[in-house]
């Protein structure tokens, strides 16, 4: 996930500014990608976020990459994220404050990698108050079989949930047709497009040659062109977004391949057990 939300960030279509915010409660990644120095930061921010909301305040507590991306890094512990994430988002019930407060100024967009993201989750309240919400799960049969269960959840956290896919596995069509939902894009597996994205020695930079010279940076630019028509009005602090419309299930696939016989799920998907949705990419090649 980190991997593409910095693709998305420093490919959003201008003019707008973007800013991209580690919320994982299991640890940032780009402080020891980039070499950042582990303050200003996440950390910085929930203590100066006590003592007020000023809408400039995340600028102040960001970090530039090598092309000039503000980023605001989460420590790489995870007990220290998950403090600072607390601290930062107290009122689960609107997940408001800083983070909202800059998104709602006029030519900016706040792109927050919140990790794997379940009802235990501290960066629930962001994800309760974006605009929009983009979801990465892999192709192949293990991992579409957690994906029945979760979208009705997810449509209750966001009015506008997105799903990505990410590697090999079953057609988009094919996805499609099981979930009656169409993903919007599958992130291609471009090594040297994520190498730069995550700091990585590579023939590409930041620059002449960086990101948008590169099939990933190319579809980040694609999803977030999509992404940036699909914002909606600043939700109201202290209310919540209403229910999405439960999806409508398609045409159960006669088999999974790969999936034993047993138990099966409405749509044709045998039930799997629920280790929570999965938004954070670990290796960096991505995938949101």
């Not at 000023?54 to 403090?83: F, K, S």
């Not at 997105?162 to 590697?167: A, C, I, Y």
């Not at 919540?240 to 088999?255: I, V, Y």
Request: glycine share 10%; proline share 12%.
């Amino acid at each position: 996930m980190t991997t593409l939300a910095v693709a998305l960030a420093a490919r959003w279509p201008a003019p707008a500014r973007a800013l991209v915010v580690e919320a994982d409660p299991s640890g940032g990644d780009l402080g020891l990608r980039f070499s950042l120095s582990s303050t200003p930061g996440l950390v910085s921010l929930a203590a100066a976020a006590r003592r007020g909301a000023e809408t400039d305040l995340v600028w102040r507590h960001a970090q530039q990459l090598p092309g000039g991306l503000p980023v605001i890094a989460a420590p790489p512990d995870a007990e220290q994220a998950r403090a600072a994430l607390s601290a930062l988002v107290p009122d689960s019930t609107s997940g408001l404050g800083v983070l909202r407060a800059a998104a709602d100024q006029s030519g900016v967009v706040v792109i927050a990698d919140c990790g794997r993201v379940d009802t235990g989750s501290p960066a629930l309240a962001i994800v309760r108050s974006s605009d929009v919400v983009v979801l990465l799960s892999r192709a192949h049969a293990d991992d579409l079989a957690h994906l029945p269960r979760r979208l009705p959840a997810v449509g209750r956290w966001s009015p506008n949930p997105v799903l990505l896919l990410v590697g090999n596995g079953y057609s988009t069509a094919e996805v499609a047709r099981e979930l009656g939902t169409p993903p919007l894009g599958r992130v291609p597996d471009d090594p040297n497009g994520a190498a730069v994205l995550c700091g990585r020695p590579n023939k590409l930079r930041w620059g002449r040659s960086g990101p948008e010279h590169s099939a990933l940076g190319r579809f980040a630019h694609k999803v977030a062109t999509e992404l940036a028509t699909r914002e909606g009005p600043p939700i109201p602090v202290r209310s919540r977004p209403q229910p999405a419309p439960p999806l409508t299930p398609g045409p159960a696939l006669g088999s999974v391949p790969g999936v034993p016989a047993g138990s099966v799920w409405p749509d044709g998907l045998r039930l799997a057990p629920d280790p929570g949705f999965d938004h954070h990419d670990r290796q960096g090649g991505q995938a949101s």
